[in-house]
């Protein structure tokens, strides 16, 4: 299975933008790239997927490398709201299989 | 539309007992994936069920078994309980296979004693 590679952890202050990176260097060409997060208590919620093109949505956007090897997930404006721990994920394949590395945990500073 | 619902959502069950742990999807949706988390291991993946078959296995042992009922509700089972099964289960569900969002269930977080 392709793995991914992201930072521990990550900080920033409210209202401003935000880049999360992911490593996917072992990627497949059928591999979906998902971002999901996590906030305390909850179950992993979907932020942004994408193949091959950039792609936006109210959450965030998602930039992906021309050759797939890494991506970067931008919140264009942090909140409070927005702490919690960040998964960059590959699908296998077409499946609903989703392989979760450790992780990036965000901080907001007020 | 409502979303995916785990029951129970609490359980403490005792070394060698059995469990069974159940998942509805979302309306529609015919692929439910099972995880495990927990604090040292992270998120790990169980197995996905689609239209009732078993799609996609884990690395995890034969003690976790699963299945899928026509109405794409899911079980999990666990046999021959052990502390180190002590973790939050979550199931999730999507459409379009690997191609759209999944959807997570709050979880069933299982304490063995």
């Known amino acids: 299975d392709a793995k991914t590679t992201q930072p521990n952890s990550m900080e920033s202050n409210e209202e401003e933008p935000v880049h999360l990176p992911c490593n996917h260097s072992t990627i497949s060409g059928t591999d979906y790239i998902h971002w999901y997060r996590q906030l305390p208590s909850q179950g992993p919620e979907y932020v942004i997927h994408g193949l091959t093109s950039n792609v936006n949505n109210r959450m965030a956007s998602l930039a992906i490398a021309e050759d797939r090897k890494s991506s970067t997930l931008i919140l264009h404006r942090a909140t409070l709201r927005d702490a919690a721990v960040y998964y960059c994920i590959l699908s296998y394949g077409n499946t609903g299989k989703l392989i979760f590395g450790q992780g990036t945990t965000l901080q907001v500073k007020p | 539309k409502a979303g995916v619902t785990q029951t129970p959502r609490y359980l403490i069950k005792t070394r060698g007992q059995q469990v069974t742990l159940s998942c509805s999807p979302i309306s529609g949706h015919r692929s439910v994936s099972w995880y495990q988390q927990t604090p040292g291991q992270g998120l790990q993946f169980l197995f996905e069920y689609f239209s009732e078959t078993q799609r996609n296995k884990g690395n995890f042992p034969g003690r976790f078994s699963g299945r899928q009922f026509s109405n794409s509700r899911s079980e999990m089972n666990v046999s021959t309980l052990e502390l180190g099964d002590s973790a939050l289960y979550l199931c999730?569900?999507?459409?379009?296979?690997?191609?759209?969002?999944?959807?997570f269930g709050q979880g069933t977080r299982l304490t063995v004693v």
């Open positions: 999730a569900s999507s459409g379009l296979q690997g191609r759209t969002e999944a959807f």
